[in-house]
């Protein structure tokens, strides 16, 4: 019999806001991991464990008095949905101090180690009163959902000490952790105190799974283990033993629900986007579409740019840059900032080559996601140049969904670059002459090799959509389930 799913993550499946007549409304939770996750909803019997992220998200919590409550996903499936309401300060502590400003940071080699990070006593406050005690009221959640019959899918990097919380209490517990984000090499997890690195390790490892995008990713995992907490790994170089327990660490690439692309494809509102594009389109498009993120490396993408334009003063007035930028965690200031000099460097570049009406850089800051389906289609180049990424979810979506034989100009530091490379062009993403170089090679491509590309990798993402990443978890709960667990 399947398991009942708990999923857990700090980003829900959808978060509630008011519409302008005052009406509840709930939309879509933002980020690739809550639409990719979206596609279990449809399968199983599951509870969806989250953190209440708007105001209108904590009033729903109150109405719950905490407990988990029956929701229905957009296509109609049903789950139960627990919101949990924490501390403001303690919330801040863990999201804004802990997992996105320093977890983060580090797992995307974003730290410049010279000057960063400084860790004060405000870093340790938020340790200890906001990650350890938001994980704690996640573990809580979780027990108290937690039968024989369920399994429990942590999500991600907010979540890293929960998993031992809930083993202390349930030691015959089914959990398993998916990790989105690169995992560092065991030396760069040096800059964080022994202690908090140590702590994350282990939480990890109170784990029956520990899941990667990339091979990569799993085995830097594996030998930060060995190296950080002394855990023994076995021969096949994937099961650590760690504290008399067995812990499997994989790789399973995530994907997009390629039937719910395919129907955006004809969208209304993705239509008329696209018409507003084809107005303006110039001769060759070039696209990118990121959260405003120091790790997807948007300023040296415009660098990039403007050196394409330098080198190549015969694609002036013939190309444009359309980049559609989703504002992301704007309560951090390296955000802020990052935003701010992001769209100074495009205005700097659109100042230097404007002419005759034409404007290099066609900057969008907000979040339009019709608008960004619309620019899949009609890109002739996808820049995706991320400093690191655990997968990079928009390379595969403009992949399936370009409707113009476009090439994916990728980061070889992006997840998935480890299945697209032969169809992509790759790009070093601190290199700007590579990466001028490759938006140059992949806009002049001889018109049968793009179109061999395009449709070869628009195929591999048919094939391996969210379904085959869906049952690779699945198939882990399955196999763990076999053995007779006690919780
Ligand atoms: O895995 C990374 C992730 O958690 C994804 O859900 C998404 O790409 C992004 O980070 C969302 O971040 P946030 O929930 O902070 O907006």
Redesign the pocket.
């Known amino acids: 019999m399947a398991r009942r799913l708990i999923v857990v ?3 829900g499946p959808l978060s509630y806001g008011r519409d302008p007549s005052g009406a509840r409304v709930a939309r879509r ?7 990719a996750l979206r596609g279990l909803l449809r399968r199983d019997d599951v509870t969806w464990i989250a953190s209440a ?1 708007t105001d209108e998200d904590r009033a729903v919590a109150a109405e719950a008095g905490g407990a988990s409550f029956a929701e229905e996903g957009r296509d109609g499936s049903s789950f139960r949905l627990r919101l949990l309401a924490h501390p403001p300060a303690a919330y801040a502590g863990f ?1 804004d101090t802990v ?2 400003g320093a977890l ?1 940071f580090l797992q995307h080699y974003l730290w410049g180690l010279a000057s960063e990070p400084e860790l004060g006593a405000d870093f340790h406050a938020a340790w200890r009163d906001g990650y350890e005690r938001v994980n704690e009221t996640f573990a809580d959640a979780v027990l108290a959902e937690l039968d024989d019959d369920a399994a429990v899918c942590f ?4 979540l890293y000490l929960a998993p031992a919380f809930v083993r202390a209490a349930r030691p015959g517990a089914l959990l398993t952790h998916f990790v ?2 690169p995992w560092p090499d065991a030396e760069y997890w040096h800059a964080l105190p022994e202690a908090y690195r140590s702590a994350v390790h282990r939480g990890l490892l109170a784990n029956d799974v520990v899941g990667f995008h990339t091979e990569r990713w799993r085995d830097n995992f594996v030998e930060a283990c060995r190296e950080l907490v002394g855990a023994d790994v076995a021969d096949d170089g994937t099961t650590v033993r760690f504290e008399d327990r067995e812990v499997r660490a994989v790789a399973h690439p995530i994907s997009i629900d390629v039937e719910e692309f395919e129907a955006l494809r004809d969208d209304a509102a993705v239509l008329e986007e696209e018409r507003a594009i084809l107005a303006r389109r110039p001769e060759y498009l070039v696209v990118r579409v990121d ?1 405003t ?1 120091p790790s997807k490396n948007i300023i040296r993408g415009f660098r990039a740019f403007e050196l394409l334009l330098e080198e190549h003063p015969e694609l002036r007035g013939r190309v444009v840059m359309l980049a559609l930028l989703d504002p ?2 704007q309560t951090l200031r390296a955000y802020e900032d990052y935003l701010e000099r992001a769209s100074a460097e495009a205005q700097r570049v659109n100042e230097r080559f404007a002419a005759d009406g034409w404007q290099p850089v066609d900057l969008h800051v907000r979040d339009n996601f019709p608008q960004t389906v619309a620019a899949y289609k009609q890109f002739d180049v996808l820049l995706v140049n991320a400093i690191y990424d ?2 990079n ?1 928009v390379a595969k979506e403009g992949a399936f969904v370009n409707t113009r034989d476009g090439l994916v100009v990728l980061s070889e530091n992006a997840g998935a670059h480890a299945e697209l490379a032969e169809w992509v062009v790759s790009a070093n993403p601190f290199d700007l002459e590579d990466q001028a170089e490759g938006l140059y090679r992949a806009l002049t491509m001889p018109a049968e090799e793009r179109r061999r590309r395009s449709s070869a990798a628009a195929a591999y993402v048919r094939e391996h959509d969210i379904d085959a990443w869906v049952d690779a978890q699945l198939d882990e709960i399955a196999r763990l389930s076999g053995a007779s667990r006690a919780v």
Do not use: K, P
Request: charged fraction near 20%; hydrophobic fraction near 30%; proline fraction near 0%.
């Open positions: 993550s700090n980003r939770g933002g980020g690739g991991l809550a639409t992220m999201y997992a996105n983060w999500h991600d990097y907010h989105h984000i959260r993120d992301s965690r655990g997968m979810l």
